[in-house]
């Protein structure tokens, strides 16, 4: 079980942040922006709505960026370690992706698939019995379906 809010924050402390409503999904998405952008294989994006997130110690820094799929995103950050905490669509899609490894606590973070396999990295295996999509999922139900069916919170 999970606690609201949910609270996290970059590596060196000055940049808080909050999310007061439960996620709506949770997949590692292994495109190439997710891998550039974390350094690593993956990243273990925690779908929140936008609303939901405030930061309660210092501002982020802010970033924009054309996507693989042509759309504008943005991403926010700490201004003083570059650990990235969200990325959203620019103008607003409504829903923000945070990064999982940005929470304090991540015990009770558990992904339903993987997405963008197409660009995984051959060695990594994907969430068992998960959901998988090539690219973006073409519908999102089947992940929100089967993060609910987790019961988290
Ligand atoms: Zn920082
Ligand atoms: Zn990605």
Known sequence: MAVLPL??????????????????????CHCTNCQKISGAAFNTS?????????????????????????????????????????NGGKPSTGVFSLRAGTLDDTRWVQPVGDTFTRSAQP??????GGLRAE??????APFVAAYRAQGRF
């Open 123 to 128: 060695w990594v295996r994907f969430i068992e």
């Open 7 to 28: 609270v996290g924050g970059c590596m060196c402390g000055q940049l808080r942040y909050s999310v007061s409503a439960p996620p709506i999904m949770i997949y590692n």
């Open 135 to 140: 690219r973006a999922a073409i519908d999102y």
């Open 46 to 86: 925690v779908i929140i709505p936008e609303a939901a997130l405030t930061f309660t110690a210092s501002k982020p820094a802010s970033v924009e960026w054309i996507s693989d799929q042509g759309t504008t995103r943005c991403g926010l950050f700490c201004g003083a370690c570059g650990s990235r905490i969200v």
